[in-house]
């Protein structure tokens, strides 16, 4: 078979020149014509398959110069131009050569030089073609990394050359990477993955035997010589990275690593386990790094088999509601209670969540589950109510998958309307940890349910990372703190002083508290002597069937707990002791606190934090008027800003936010943003919770933002 000819396109505007130059080429190559600059680009246009030009600079219209400017900015850069000068014309040749041409030739003609400048210069481009081909097929668009195809074969590449050499496969990804596009918006998705592209690049530059790759969508690679300490390091850098990259959101990447025993297995194999080791992490909190172990293949076949199996079994209810009732711990009588699923496998038997939520919540089925079980809960109170029972509130439990879910005020909504239930008697409880996550987004869906007329539950406080101090910030209603997040037994000093305080200070704040998991009567007791209100747990019931459930109440008008607020006014000295724990606990506390004694227009610390110290340069002077220890930083209005705050607070018994300006070191001056809370009170002095917390922005000397 004949091979198609290459087409060139002449651009020349003597007719006699075209001729010449059409009688040289055809033989070879297909030859079109243009009579200037303006002409050729028309051509161009219409005909994709131009393999070079060969251009005469001196024309009408449009000449040889301004044609090469237009071209270089155009599609057509890429194809080559030889441009025709005048014999001996130095100057035209390097101006032509500079502005993109690949060669030049003198008229008068010379075929035989013409011909072979012409193969020349086609050969180089196909060449760079090839290369430009081959860039694009193995190499990521956005962030220019090695994509998939390449990353395989340079690491099976890179493998083969170093056979004595212990490798790892990394493999990481960013937990809700479609979340965080939802969230920003692709372009902002696609800053963060170049980004961590960047971040490759700069690791790489310190592990010079590596090779590394995007994958797909938001998941990397790096295969490098494998040594537990530098990955565990790299990760760790990786996620301090990520964690500065956007303080509104925490970005959590997830590691799977495979450490590589034999080079000759397929690196697609490889890359699997990887991914097996990080699908591990999924779901749990702050777990970011896995290393692939044989059982988890064992783990993701029994996973397997439940995925194949959900949807059938929400389709043929064998997803089963069961409640275990709260108690209102006064009255020793229950209020209420909350929903928790399980599976009546028809083959297994009963199943706990624990074997199925965590892998409903990484394959997101979760959401249709938790959405079940809401509406079964509607349904409940619904009947209840048409048979006219005592109906206490019924809390179910929301994945923070939900959270996410833009539609979710709604979806509630339209369920406690369609079966006519009061929002109060629906609750929502939610996991500290997913308030952890993302403060902001949390901040936001939290208040949003609130603003529906929904109670919303803080489950689990204390597993997380929150101190007290997030007990301010979060908006939440209900704290149910269970008793196993106390660190050993529960009735050591120490953990009887970390629920005195969180009790206390939740009663201060008016959030009423659910212990959970009660086993035992002395634990009973001293819950009750710290004035929790509600308890849940084994010692008096666990999680039942409905028809259980219903008989259990039968008959009992069921109360909750009276208002918090009296015992609101008096507060024993004691609990501010010298206690050792209680030191512990309130220097836990992130930022600058003190708790004041205010009277008459004055005010002293009973008690600060270290960093309230560290922050006021107090040092041993605690007992000095506080007065005295801030005018060394605050100016005489600031501190008058400052009094006339805590009289407020004393007043009116809530809660006031003061701003002033402080005097940093060096001169410069910021503005502190001052939270007092009213806590109760002692004989004749008010006590009263400040924290402080300095805004970034620094103000000039007369107080305005720089
Ligand atoms: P959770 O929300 O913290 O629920 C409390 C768990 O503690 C329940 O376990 C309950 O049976 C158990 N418990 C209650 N009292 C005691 C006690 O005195 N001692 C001990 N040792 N345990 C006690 P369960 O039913 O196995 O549920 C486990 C977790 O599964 C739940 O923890 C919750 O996170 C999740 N879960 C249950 N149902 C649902 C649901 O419908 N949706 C979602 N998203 N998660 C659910
Ligand atoms: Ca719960
Ligand atoms: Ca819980």
């Known amino acids: 078979m004949e ?72 599609a057509f850069a890429a194809i ?51 290369r430009e081909m081959q860039y ?28 004595n050499q212990s490798f790892a496969l990394v493999r990481f990804d960013i937990d809700n990477f479609h979340i965080y596009n939802t969230f920003w918006g692709e372009e902002e998705g696609d800053r963060l993955l170049c980004f961590i592209a ?36 790299q990760v760790e850098h990786a996620c301090q990275q990520l964690a500065h990259y956007n303080t509104d959101y925490l970005i959590e990447p997830t590691f799977g690593i495979y450490v590589i025993p034999d080079a000759d297995e397929k690196i697609e194999t490889m890359y699997e386990f990887a991914t097996l080791a990080a699908k591990e992490c999924k779901g749990r909190y702050m777990s970011y790094l896995r290393y692939y172990q044989p059982k988890m293949n064992q783990r993701i076949l029994q996973e397997q088999v439940i995925i194949n199996e959900m949807q059938h079994a929400l389709d043929t209810q064998q997803f089963v509601l069961y409640l275990q009732p709260k108690y209102n711990l006064k009255t020793e009588q229950p209020y209420g209670a909350e929903a928790l699923i399980r599976w009546q496998h028809p083959e297994k038997g009963l199943l706990m969540p624990g074997t199925f939520i965590p892998v409903f919540e990484r394959n997101g089925f979760i959401g249709k589950v938790d959405y079940y079980m809401w509406e079964s809960v509607c349904q409940l109170l619904h009947r209840w109510i048409e ?28 369920l406690v309307e369609k079966y006519q239930v009061p929002r109060h008697l629906l609750n929502l409880e939610l ?56 660190s050993g037994d529960s009735d050591t000093v120490r953990n009887k002083c970390i629920l005195t305080l969180v009790i206390r200070m939740a009663g201060w704040l008016e959030i009423p508290v659910i212990m959970e998991g009660v086993e035992t009567r002395k634990q009973v007791e001293f819950l009750k002597s710290i004035g929790c209100g509600y308890v849940q747990g084994y010692y008096f019931a666990k999680p039942m069937p409905v028809t259980e459930y219903e008989s259990l109440v039968a008959g009992i008008t069921q109360l909750p707990v009276e208002s918090l607020s009296d015992n609101h006014d008096h507060i024993s000295q004691t609990i501010w002791s010298t206690d050792p724990q209680i030191d512990l606990l309130f220097n836990s506390i992130k930022q600058p606190a003190a708790i004041y004694e205010y009277e008459n227009n004055s005010f002293h610390a009973l008690r600060v934090n270290m960093s309230y110290n560290d922050y006021f340069g107090y040092g041993e002077a605690i007992g000095e008027n506080s007065e005295q220890a801030y005018s060394r930083q605050l100016s005489r209005e600031a501190m008058a800003v400052v009094l006339d705050a805590l009289r407020q607070t004393a007043e009116t018994k ?33 006590v009263i919770f400040a924290l402080f917390t300095e805004l970034s922005r620094e103000i000039d000397a007369c107080g305005a933002p720089k």
């Open 136 to 163: 694009v097929y193995e190499h990521d668009p956005l962030t220019g990394l090695y994509n998939r195809t390449r990353f395989f074969m340079s690491t099976h590449k890179m493998l083969e050359c170093h056979p």
């Open 80 to 130: 080559p131009v030889i441009a025709v000068t005048a014999e001996k014309d130095e100057a035209a040749e390097q101006k032509a050569l500079d502005l993109g041409a690949w060669d030049f030739i003198p008229k008068p003609y010379r075929a035989n030089i013409l011909l072979l400048r012409l193969k020349n210069v086609i050969v180089r481009s196909q060449f760079y073609l090839i």
């Open 3 to 74: 091979r198609e000819k290459f087409t060139i396109l002449v651009v020349e505007d003597q007719q006699v020149n075209r001729q010449i130059l059409r009688q040289i080429l055809q033989g070879e190559y297909e030859v079109l014509e243009a009579e200037n600059g303006l002409d050729a680009f028309a051509i161009l246009e219409n005909h994709k398959r131009i393999s070079a030009i060969l251009l005469d600079i001196v024309m009408p219209f449009m000449d040889g110069y301004t044609f090469l400017q237009h071209k270089q900015k155009s």
């Open 431 to 486: 996991t500290e940890s997913a308030y952890m996550d993302n403060p902001g987004v949390m901040e936001k869906t939290v208040l949003a349910l609130q603003d529906a007329g929904f109670t919303v539950m803080m489950d689990d406080f204390g597993s997380g990372y929150s101190s007290l101090n997030t007990l301010k910030n979060i908006p939440v209603n209900v704290l149910k703190i269970d008793m196993k997040f106390l």
């Open 654 to 686: 809530h809660e006031t936010v003061c701003t002033c300006p402080i005097k940093n070191g060096g001169g410069s001056v910021k503005m502190l943003q001052i939270d007092l809370q009213y806590w109760g009170a002692n004989e004749n002095t008010k």
């Open 198 to 233: 960047e971040f490759l690049r700069r690791v790489s530059r310190d592990v010079p035997l590596c090779t590394y790759g995007r994958i797909s969508g938001d998941v990397f690679c790096i295969c490098q010589p494998y040594d537990e300490t530098v990955i565990g390091q």
């Open 387 to 414: 048979e006219g029972k005592s109906v206490a509130p019924i809390s179910v439990n929301m994945s923070r998958v939900n959270l996410y879910n833009p539609n979710l005020v709604q979806l509630l909504t339209d």
